[in-house]
């Protein structure tokens, strides 16, 4: 009997890759006076898959978030099981 | 003496508002033939700022989520130090 498992995907460019989004912020923030150190901007997806165990919906979400989610060449993503 | 606090700022789209990211995810996903029931797209944000206790840097990370993040009239965010 498959059963529905929700994950939270955290996908981050990479510290080699330049973050044009995160240095705008960045910059924003310094502009307005903001005590801001950095700011690196990613992106965040709640994705609800069925299998039949956590394993194998894990195995999904693993799948996914290399294949579409993420562009691992330039970024990393972080599954948790929410 | 100013110390570094670094907080996660997760943005999603409000459930009332239509996730048109999310919505293109799913339903390539599905079409993909891939065990999706839904996906939500958002964003995360990894912020690094100063303050003297973390209640103020707390304060000025809210600041700037609600003020710069997000827009707070069809996406929450939430906070989390790290």
Known sequence: ??????????VMPRKE???TQGRAVEETLKREGEPVVSARVGRYVELKVTGTTVK?????AQKISSGLL???????????LL
Not at 3 to 10: D, L, P, R, Y
Not at 70 to 80: D, G, M, R, S, W
């Open 1 to 10: 009997m498959a059963k529905e498992f929700t994950f939270g995907v955290t």
């Open 17 to 19: 890759v330049l973050d």
């Open 56 to 60: 194998e919906a894990e195995a999904t």
């Open 70 to 80: 993420a562009n691992t060449l330039i970024e990393t993503f972080e599954l948790k």
